[in-house]
């Protein structure tokens, strides 16, 4: 009994400590950047540009580095990796040169008022024309009005070269930038030398790309519907995307099936961050129509089974192109800001959800049933007599046609 005092609260601190550690496990897996695949963005050829209007035009053709080729990158939602493929090898190193990968955080709030200018994190792997081929490895946070703050610096920086010279590795743990959840990265080089006294830089920028990827959706209410033949419909066609900050072009199609028409309206969209945008998908099933109104033809359907395949469904493909521009890259500190190209980037989305059954044309029967329950017995009154009043005068008209043309063979022989 003595010990029941010190049990009680032996207990109650363990349960406190697993709630603290669970705490600190879900505020870890809460705050956790996104994992994704391998991601590629396109360099550009011959893409040295001068970053500065006080150097002479000649300068961008004083290349003495390799550009940016190629970029690619993953994540396992703890470190960013990442590789620029060089447009050739770099094997000795004749003037300052940089090549960076640079993350920014998307912000709530923009401190400077300008694009792509709310604070910046930049791994730089640099060479200072160093005669012993040394490079270093700096990495630091860059504020929005350009002050930094460094928070890892090696001096003597190795290992990130292929065996061909051919690639450089980056490496960064997301764990030294509080792990974003949303950021865009990327890509630069730059190339400085002194030209007629002055020096000069050239700079060869890639596109901003948005981590996480950006999504787009399909999607299309009601996702199934019957039709008999000659019916149409239209359904409410949605497409959103969790792309941020610039627009979208959607270009949209349907890929008829089982010979039902179909068609949207607007087939063209745009697309605004992370925004919804709507078409009209309309949807015709092959065939006609019978009803009472027709009698002839219902009869005749009726008694050759027209529709003697039915019913049966139908998938109907949709697909769309997504068409954008990619942000341009933009410098930040005291270099003249000269943005790079924007290269277009396209996704294709597909939709198979849709399915489309066609039955039977109406019987008698559900005619019947449909007119009972719409109009009532006098209709149906009207109705009947209507058809046998009609049916009777297409066989009189057939009889006289017939009459008509055997009187005139007797008159000619």
């Not at 959840?181 to 920028?205: K, W």
């Not at 198979?352 to 008698?364: E, G, P």
């Amino acid at each position: 009994m003595r010990n029941g005092p010190r049990a009680r609260y032996f207990l109650l601190s363990l349960i406190i400590s697993s709630l603290f550690v669970s705490y600190l496990s879900l505020d870890k897996a809460i705050a956790a950047p996104p994992s994704f695949s391998r991601q590629e963005i396109s360099g550009k050829s011959n893409a040295w540009a001068l970053n500065s209007v006080y150097c002479p035009f000649r300068s961008v053709h004083v290349v003495r580095a390799p550009n940016i080729a190629a970029v690619s990158y993953f994540s396992d939602g703890q470190t960013l990796n990442a590789t620029i493929m060089l447009s050739y090898p770099l094997h000795r190193i004749s003037s300052n040169l940089e090549y960076r990968m640079t993350i920014e955080p998307i912000s709530f709030y923009n401190t400077s008022g300008q694009a792509h200018r709310a604070g910046l994190y930049v791994v730089d792997i640099a060479s200072r024309n160093d005669p012993n081929q040394k490079w270093y490895k700096w990495t630091y946070e860059e504020f929005s009005n350009g002050m930094i703050r460094t928070l890892d610096n090696i001096s003597n920086y190795t290992g990130f070269f292929d065996k061909e010279r051919k690639s450089i590795s980056f490496s960064l743990d997301l764990h030294s930038i509080s792990f974003p959840s949303e950021y865009v990265v990327g890509f630069n080089a730059r190339n400085g030398f002194n030209v007629d006294g002055r020096y000069c830089t050239l700079i060869d920028n890639t596109n901003w790309d948005q981590i996480p990827p950006p999504r787009y959706f399909i999607s299309i209410l009601p996702h199934s519907i019957v039709l008999r033949p000659g019916e149409e419909t239209n359904l409410e066609l949605q497409v959103a995307t969790t792309r941020k900050g610039l627009s979208s072009d959607v270009s949209l199609s349907a890929t008829p099936s089982g010979n039902i028409e179909v068609s949207l309206n607007p087939s063209n969209l745009i697309l605004q961050s992370e925004g919804t945008a709507a078409s009209i998908l309309h949807v015709r099933a092959p065939g006609k129509i019978l009803s009472w109104t027709d009698p002839l033809t219902a009869i005749n359907c009726w008694l050759n089974d027209c529709s003697s395949d039915l019913p049966k469904p139908y998938e109907i493909p949709i697909s769309a192109k997504v068409s954008f521009q990619s942000g341009t890259f933009i410098s930040q500190g005291s270099d003249i800001l000269i943005p790079s190209i924007s290269l277009p980037y396209s996704v294709n989305q597909n939709y198979n959800n849709l399915t489309v059954t066609l039955l039977k044309q109406q019987s008698f029967g559900e005619i019947f049933s449909d007119l009972w329950n719409k109009f009532g017995v006098s209709t149906l009154i009207a109705g009947a007599l209507g058809a046998v009043i009609g049916i009777a005068a297409d066989r009189f008209r057939r009889y006289r046609r017939a009459d008509r043309k055997t009187s005139h063979e007797s008159q000619s022989q």
